[in-house]
């Protein structure tokens, strides 16, 4: 079995209902043998640290606030950022940040103000990634074109951005492309109704693909509307196989080699 690299899980739901141990064998046994999770607020950041001491060469973590996660003392959250670059097991990338239109709140006042406060939030982590020198994973939900804008706007080098969960089309891929990002696919890609994002693929092209999880959330199929788990980026994986008509063989270097370079695992 090909290894492959889950770019982008969160495992704190699993260590926090004891099923950590059970998950990271069963995707073991699935041939996911690195894995990274991303950080979304201070609550595990120092669980995501400890679990990528403990495993060292299987997981590796980032930190970053959510743009969910941005609330009225985020900043006091943010100072404390820079101390993991300062760790000897340092994150390999500062996410996940960006900003999301989804979970706004209905009254269109407070919706303004909250949505100020991501991109107050993201300006702020994006000048910190580009000082420290360290990659970026974005998380943009139906505010693609101002996550956008806003990194054009800072001194982030677009080549060591990442959009994760891209579920967008062709066209924002191109937007992507053009300045030397990359979009990495979830199990969206497997489902009936995901033809633009399958076209956003293969537009990219496996030359620059990156696979990942976002578990427990966004399960492929057959799994749909089910809790995901790294294991099941085995699922994406295949189907990704036969999106590109390529070998298991040929899909899992490229996809790993990729996910190696830019997180430098």
């Not at 709140?105 to 020198?133: I, N, Y």
């Not at 578990?215 to 990704?240: I, Q, S, V, W």
Request: charged residues 25%; negative net charge.
């Amino acid at each position: 079995m090909n290894a492959i690299v889950d770019t982008h899980t969160h495992l704190e739901n699993f260590h926090r209902k004891g099923f950590l141990g059970n998950a990271l064998t069963a995707a073991a046994n699935a041939g996911v043998s690195r894995m990274v999770t991303v950080g979304t607020d201070l609550d595990d950041w120092d669980l995501y640290a400890k679990l990528s001491e403990e495993r060292l060469g299987t997981l590796s973590y980032t930190v970053g606030i959510h743009p969910c996660s941005v609330t009225a003392d985020w900043e006091e959250a943010f100072a404390k950022i820079r101390s993991y670059w300062g760790r000897e097991i340092k994150p390999v990338a500062l996410g996940e940040i960006g900003l999301d239109r989804f979970h706004l709140p209905k009254d269109a006042v407070e919706s303004e103000r909250v949505f100020e406060q991501q991109k107050a939030a993201f300006r702020k982590q994006l000048a910190l990634a580009s000082e420290l020198d360290a990659p970026v994973v974005i998380h943009s939900r139906g505010a693609f074109r101002e996550c956008v804008e806003l990194i054009d706007d800072s001194s982030m080098n677009w080549e060591r951005v990442v959009f994760h969960c891209f579920s967008e089309g062709p066209g924002e891929m191109q937007a992507l492309l053009d300045r030397g990002a990359y979009g990495s696919f979830t199990g969206i890609i497997t489902f009936k109704n995901a033809e633009s994002i399958r076209d956003a693929a293969r537009l990219q092209g496996l030359e620059r693909l990156m696979i990942e999880t976002d578990a427990p959330y966004l399960a492929p199929m057959p799994h749909r509307g089910k809790p995901n788990e790294p294991a099941y980026l085995r699922r994406t994986a295949d189907f990704c196989a036969s999106l590109f008509k390529v070998s298991d063989e040929v899909l899992a270097q490229r996809t790993t080699e990729t996910a190696v370079a830019f997180y430098g695992i």
